[in-house]
C-alpha cells in the first residue's frame, strides 16, 4: 500500500519561504512522477509542481519563478521550495505519486497560510 507523508507546512509571513517535503512509501518512487497541487476553499486542486522520474520540472505558471521543486530517490522524498509567498498561496498543499498508467496516489495535506 503506497503511503505519501507530508510535512512541512504553517505558518508563514507574507514574502517568505516554505520548503514542503513529501516521503513515499510502498511504491517504486524513482519510476513515478511526484509533485504537488494545492487546494483553495471551494475549488479543486491546481498543480503547483511536479517532477519525472528523469527530474525535469513542470511549474504552474501562477508560482513560476517562485517555486522550485526537487527529489532525493535514495529517500523516496520530493520537496517543493517556495519563496515570496503571499497570501494567495494560502492552501492546502497535498503531495501526489502517479505511475502509469493508472496509478494515482495523494497525501492527506498539509495547511499553509501566509498571513502576518
Known amino acids: 500500500q503506497v503511503q505519501l507523508v507530508e510535512s512541512g507546512g504553517g505558518l508563514v509571513q507574507p514574502g517568505g519561504s516554505l520548503r514542503l517535503a513529501c516521503t513515499a512509501s510502498?511504491?517504486?518512487?524513482?519510476?513515478?512522477?511526484v509533485g504537488w497541487y494545492r487546494q483553495f476553499p471551494g475549488q479543486l486542486r491546481d498543480l503547483v509542481a511536479i517532477?519525472?522520474?528523469?527530474?525535469?520540472?513542470t511549474i504552474a505558471d501562477s508560482v513560476q519563478g517562485r517555486a522550485t521543486i526537487s527529489r532525493d530517490n535514495a529517500a523516496n522524498t520530493v520537496y517543493l521550495l517556495m519563496n515570496n509567498l503571499t497570501p494567495g498561496d494560502t492552501a492546502v498543499y497535498y503531495c501526489?505519486?502517479?505511475?502509469?498508467?493508472?496509478?494515482?496516489?495523494w497525501g492527506q495535506g498539509t495547511q499553509v497560510t501566509v498571513s502576518s
Open positions: 501526489n505519486l502517479y505511475t502509469p498508467p493508472y496509478n494515482v496516489y
Open positions: 510502498g511504491s517504486s518512487f524513482t519510476d513515478a512522477v
Open positions: 517532477i519525472s522520474p528523469n527530474g525535469t520540472p
